[in-house]
């Protein structure tokens, strides 16, 4: 299958977390349609494993939804950062613990039929106590649930946003 040709970009909105991009592109037999683009940074998304068998999840408001969700660890990767270092960063703010170990799990596009972000999913464990203080955290909520509870909450739906549902099921199927 061919690829689309770009025949314009207009960029209609630029913000802090996200742009909106309109392209004009021609699809193989010709025809000319638009597609709109999301564009958002490059996260991490991680599995936190305690050495008592407990999963880290955070609980946390998302406006987006207007609900409060149950969660894996996630952010994005600032500038000059290594997704491993962004890793360690986010699990000092979101759930105050330093992994010992950080491990690549894979990876995936969080919702390609619109947005370029790619979520690195890393196994952090070996996790002791280290609190990085940042000003969007403060009403997360750390939610230890024992791994063998995690496909009980992806199949009743108490988690259900993709990065997490994504995240622990490639874990228990990499574990397994």
């Given at each position: ?105 894979g990876g995936f596009y969080s919702a390609p ?20 203080v940042a000003s969007d955290t403060e009403e997360i909520e750390v ?34």
């Amino acid at each position: 299958m061919e690829k689309e040709q770009i025949i314009s970009s207009k960029y209609v909105f630029r913000g802090r977390a996200v742009s909106l991009r309109v392209d004009t592109v021609e699809l193989p037999l010709g025809r000319h349609t638009t597609r709109e683009t999301v564009e958002h940074p490059d996260c991490i998304v991680v599995v936190p494993l305690d050495g008592q068998g407990n999963v880290l999840l955070v609980r946390q408001f998302r406006h987006p939804v207007n609900k409060m969700l149950l969660e894996l660890p996630a952010g994005g990767i600032e500038e000059g950062e290594t997704p491993e270092d962004g890793v360690r960063r986010e699990l000092q703010e979101e759930i105050g613990y330093l992994p010992g170990r950080v491990e690549s799990l894979g990876g995936f596009y969080s919702a390609p039929g619109f947005c370029t972000e790619y979520l690195y999913l890393y196994l952090a464990t070996e996790l002791t106590p280290s609190r990085l203080v940042a000003s969007d955290t403060e009403e997360i909520e750390v939610v230890k649930v024992p791994l063998k509870k995690i496909p009980d909450l992806v199949s009743s739906g108490q988690v259900c946003d993709a990065k997490s549902v994504a995240g622990l099921l490639r874990y228990l199927r990499e574990r397994s």
